[in-house]
């Protein structure tokens, strides 16, 4: 964990110019379209916060383990709350109408157990919004990250959508 956690807190100050890449435009346009503005958001591995800022929640909260991005996150967005933490790990007690894990699952140590964990901040109505690589992906994001076009990463879980659906169901998610 301490390894990951360097690894990201060393990305931070890239991470800015990122999240100004096409890829990320796009997902936030995307979550932007499936969020309705004026909710109450949490956001698992929130980085810089952009995804989360994207979505305009009335209340938005971002968790993240690196303390670099967190800081960041909290300079960019201010009106937002983020909080340092791991996603397995937090603790907040409030209910959230959407969940949002962004490229997170294929970093997470226990998928299936934070998955659980997302129902102490659930209702009966919350929406977890998901997106990931699949590994079909991975010939070409290696590619791409060895020509310098893709920002590094760890080894990663290379889940199917087959796999989430288990997970999601073994986490009793319909």
């Known amino acids: 964990m301490t390894e990951r956690r360097d690894f990201y807190d060393c990305r931070a100050p890239f991470r800015l110019k990122e999240s100004a890449r096409h890829y990320h435009q796009l997902l936030k346009d995307h979550y932007a ?26 209340q938005g909260v971002g968790i993240d383990f690196s303390p670099a991005m967190v800081e960041l996150a909290r300079q960019r967005h201010p009106k937002l709350d983020f909080q340092v933490a791991a996603a397995g790990e937090f603790s907040i007690a409030e209910k959230f109408d959407y969940i949002l894990l962004s490229d997170l699952v294929n970093d997470l ?4 157990m934070v998955l659980a964990r997302l129902h102490d901040n659930a209702h009966p109505r919350t929406r977890v919004v998901i997106n990931f690589f699949n590994h079909l992906w991975h010939p ?16 990663q879980n290379w889940l199917s959508l087959a796999d989430m659906k288990n997970l999601l169901h073994l986490a009793r998610w319909k």
């Open 140 to 155: 070409i994001l290696a590619l791409a990250e060895k020509m310098k076009a893709k920002a590094p990463t760890l080894r």
């Open 109 to 112: 140590p226990d998928v299936q």
């Open 33 to 58: 379209f499936l969020v309705p503005p004026g909710l109450r958001v949490l956001e698992l591995g929130c980085g810089v916060g952009d995804l989360l800022a994207a979505v305009r929640p009335a």
